[in-house]
């Protein structure tokens, strides 16, 4: 008996070694992992379990551009923070740490979470963007909270990193704190004369050059890449820039706010362009505006085969056809690229040989001289911006324009003297 007791001893003894030995190894080995409480102990501890939003928004925008706050809890408004933290920061945690920009990134959502609850849209004075937007969606986006759409924008930045770039994840940092960064301007406190100016992109790299300046004081490490993110904030509402990072940062804000807007118009879709524009839709549209004079002014006419059309026309029957189909494109929210807008339309119409003969490639429209001509008197003639299409071609592919009924409008109105010099 005595033995049998010694035995069972000894085996139990073996077993208990063998698990400590085991569980120390496990310890060794196992990956450090800095927790989110240590990072972020500002807003983690509002932190909740993350809580769909309403099933039609996620249904609307199913395959199509998605943000990163669409399945945003509704617990506390920390808790955006915390949610865009774990799912937008913590799987580039590496990327992050070598370049020196995890604190940073802390830093700028801790000041999003305190300042962010004001609205995404500066909705008074003079700010470009502002005036850049249609008055139609102004309204509605400033429902939408800073940083909200920082967040969502953010998040985009990151999903078109990848498809830009092979290399992509080294530049999810640069690209991520310029994207949390590019709207704080917004932020009514700065707009008390702080700053001399009340453009938020400037307002913006002067905040975000205060933190970083900040941070340095504390003897913290910031990125070496700073300036050239300040340079992006600074210029994220100018036009021309063929900068690759700025046109990734410019759409990811667009994306961002298409699928915002469809808070407000909930039986609409995101759609690009060239998966809703249809010409023969497209032109019965613009067909009453020809040889047509409303409160003594024209914006189409015809003279020898050629369609002559005032660019603002071919904007305007645009976004007609797109609410008519119900369709949030977006590059057609702000008003500052009609250069690109009308670029793809011609060519939208150059590729079925409905454009003059004598427009060449890649050239939207021109400067046309525009006379009046009787036969006793012709005018100097004054240079206008049009956009020249074949109305011939078009008649023979459309068979509804009637060249007839055209010629009518135009004999029964003054532009029956109208003459296009080339």
């Known amino acids: 008996m005595l033995l049998l007791l010694v035995g069972?001893?000894?085996?139990?003894?073996i077993f208990v070694f063998l698990f400590m030995v085991r569980s120390y190894s496990n310890t060794r080995n196992e990956k450090i992992v800095i927790s989110l409480e240590e990072i972020a102990p500002i807003w983690m501890i509002y932190n909740r379990e993350p809580v769909e939003t309403e099933s039609s928004v996620e249904e609307l925008v199913e395959n199509?551009?998605?943000?990163?706050?669409?399945?945003?809890?509704?617990?506390?408004?920390?808790?955006?923070?915390?949610?865009?933290?774990?799912?937008?920061?913590?799987?580039y945690e590496?990327?992050?740490?070598?370049?020196?920009?995890?604190?940073l990134t802390n830093k700028l959502i801790q000041y999003l979470e305190t300042y962010g609850d004001c609205p995404s849209v500066v909705l008074s004075g003079k700010d470009k963007e502002r005036m850049l937007m249609k008055a139609s969606v102004i309204d509605n986006l400033g429902q939408i909270t800073l940083k909200e759409h920082t967040y969502n924008v953010a998040g985009n930045v990151i999903s078109?990193?990848?498809?830009?770039?092979?290399?992509?994840?080294?530049?999810?940092p640069k690209m991520v704190i310029t994207a949390l960064a590019h709207d704080l301007g917004k932020i009514p406190h700065l707009h008390g004369g702080q700053y001399n100016t009340t453009e938020h992109?400037?307002?913006?790299?002067?905040?975000?050059l205060r933190i970083v300046e900040e941070l340095t004081n504390e003897n913290?490490?910031?990125?070496?890449?700073?300036?050239?993110?300040?340079?992006?904030?600074r210029e994220h509402h100018q036009s021309g820039s063929r900068d690759t990072f700025l046109e990734v940062l410019k759409r990811a804000d667009k994306d961002a706010r298409a699928v915002e807007l469809l808070r407000f118009a909930k039986e609409f879709t995101i759609s690009e362009f060239n998966t809703w524009f249809n010409i023969e839709d497209y032109l019965k549209i613009l067909y009453p505006h020809i040889n047509v004079v409303r409160n003594n002014q024209w914006e189409a006419f015809t003279d020898r085969g050629i369609l002559y059309v005032k660019p603002s026309l071919i904007v305007k029957s645009l976004d007609e056809l797109r609410i008519k189909k119900k369709i949030i494109d977006p590059s057609l929210i702000y008003t500052d690229n009609t250069d690109s807008i009308l670029a793809q339309i011609v060519s939208a119409f150059r590729e079925k040989n409905l454009v003059a003969p004598f427009l060449k490639s890649p050239q939207w429209g021109g400067k046309y001289t525009v006379y009046t001509e009787t036969s006793k008197i012709r005018t100097k003639g004054v240079s206008i911006a049009l956009v020249p299409l074949s109305l011939v071609n078009m008649a023979q592919m459309f068979s509804w324009i009637d060249m007839n009924e055209l010629s009518e409008r135009k004999n029964n109105s003054v532009l029956e003297v109208l003459k296009v010099e080339i």
């Open 94 to 103: 590496k990327e992050f740490k070598q370049q020196n920009a995890l604190e």
């Open 64 to 91: 199509q551009i998605s943000t990163p706050l669409l399945k945003k809890q509704e617990s506390p408004v920390s808790s955006m923070g915390g949610y865009f933290f774990e799912q937008y920061i913590l799987p």
């Open 220 to 233: 913290r490490l910031v990125p070496q890449w700073i300036d050239s993110v300040r340079i992006l904030i």
């Open 8 to 13: 069972v001893f000894l085996v139990t003894a």
């Open 160 to 172: 078109i990193l990848e498809k830009t770039f092979t290399d992509w994840r080294i530049h999810v």
């Open 201 to 208: 992109p400037l307002i913006s790299e002067y905040e975000l």
